[in-house]
């Protein structure tokens, strides 16, 4: 079973920036599709990007233009830059890693808050 440790959530006004991490254990993360979800309060976890393991993104239309998905290899870890933050970007942020014939393995989540 694949750790994922995640960091960077906090509290921000609208328009600022955050970065989040995950940093994932062992060797199969340079062969597994990774990514993010969120869920904010009383509603569904949802996907808000993804990263297969040759580095195609793709992305939740809310944030397309504003967060930016990429992983280093080296460093087993994703990343999920997002910039132009609003209200409705505040939830419990989670990464995930899915290897190509394995069982996906989720970070603790970690807390993001907007402020208006």
């Known amino acids: 079973q694949v750790q994922l440790v995640e960091s960077g959530g906090g509290l921000v006004q609208a328009g600022g920036s955050l970065r989040l991490a995950c940093a994932a254990s062992g060797s199969i993360f340079s062969v597994s599709a990774a990514g993010w979800y969120r869920q904010a309060p009383g509603k569904q976890r949802a996907l808000v990007a993804a990263i297969t393991s040759g580095g195609r993104a793709s992305y939740e239309d809310s944030v397309k233009g504003r967060f930016t998905i990429s992983r280093d290899s080296a460093k087993n870890t994703v990343y999920l830059q997002m910039n132009g933050l609003k209200p409705e970007d505040t939830a419990v942020y989670y990464c995930?890693?899915?290897?190509?014939?394995?069982?996906?393995?989720w970070g603790q989540g970690t807390q993001v808050t907007v402020s208006s």
């Open positions: 995930y890693t899915q290897p190509p014939l394995g069982k996906t393995s």
